[in-house]
């Protein structure tokens, strides 16, 4: 079964706006992790943000932030602002407590998006 | 700087022979692991260590091994490489006690 879903179609964003991005995950353990990974054209994996299960609160870092619904299973990554080196893959992550030491990642497909001028 | 690096960047090589990619972090992790990334199918792991001498596999761990002989280090081993193991490879650690994988830049393999 898929863990992570991430369905949307390419995305174009204008120049400073804010785009979102969703991503839902499926899990019965009620203590894990979700991450949001950036992959530029070059290809590197770049750490965005973690939200854990148990935060009270969604997560920012600087221009991203996570909208984290727990009932819903859900974990947008929201971009404001966005940039013209925004450009690039964006994948959703989720790491489960019940793998015994494995801090194995299950990564969603992606999300494309282009920062139009 | 903390890093994950790998090495080499970028192979192309025949099928059937054997090859190392390295794999090095500087940030004292406990947990190191190797993924790959096929279009389609997103990132796969093959092999994880929680610790020096402790390793297991992962979600595709055919035709591959790995070793921990030394905390740093994690190489990827292809003992006979074939086409399908054409990929792009991952490697990343993180603290046993967190999930937060820092990646190394990736190594694109392929296999003619």
Redesign the interface.
């Known amino acids: 079964a898929q863990k992570i879903t991430q369905t949307q179609p390419g995305m174009f964003v204008q120049e400073k706006e804010a785009v979102t991005l969703d991503c839902t995950y499926d899990t019965s353990d009620p203590s894990y992790?979700l991450?949001w990974?950036k992959q530029p054209s070059s290809?590197?994996?770049?750490?965005l943000i973690?939200q854990g299960s148990y935060d009270q609160q969604n997560a920012t870092e600087g221009r991203y932030s996570l909208n984290f619904q727990k009932a819903r299973k859900s974990a947008n990554l929201v971009i404001s602002a966005s940039q013209l080196g925004d450009s690039a893959m964006y994948?959703c992550?989720m790491?489960e407590a019940g793998y015994y030491?494995?801090?194995?990642?299950a990564?969603?497909?992606?999300n494309q998006v282009v920062v139009i001028p | 700087e903390a890093q994950v690096t790998q090495n080499p960047r970028y192979l192309i090589t025949v099928t059937g022979k054997k090859l190392t990619v390295t794999c090095s972090q500087n940030m004292n992790h406990e947990?190191m692991?190797w993924?790959r990334q096929d279009p389609?199918l997103?990132?796969r792991?093959i092999y994880?260590s929680?610790n020096v001498e402790v390793t297991?596999k992962?979600?595709v761990p055919e035709g591959y091994k790995v070793s921990r002989k030394e905390k740093r280090n994690f190489p990827l081993i292809l003992e006979s490489p074939s086409p399908n193991q054409t990929s792009?490879y991952?490697c990343?650690s993180?603290p046993?006690d967190?999930?937060?994988?820092?990646?190394?830049?990736?190594t694109?393999l392929t296999v003619t």
């Open positions: 992790g991450f990974y290809g590197e994996m770049i750490f973690y994948f992550a790491r030491g494995n801090n194995r990642l990564f969603g497909k992606g | 947990y692991s993924y389609g997103g990132l792991q994880y929680m297991d992962g979600d792009l991952f990343a993180s046993i967190r999930g937060e994988q820092y990646f190394g830049p990736g694109r």
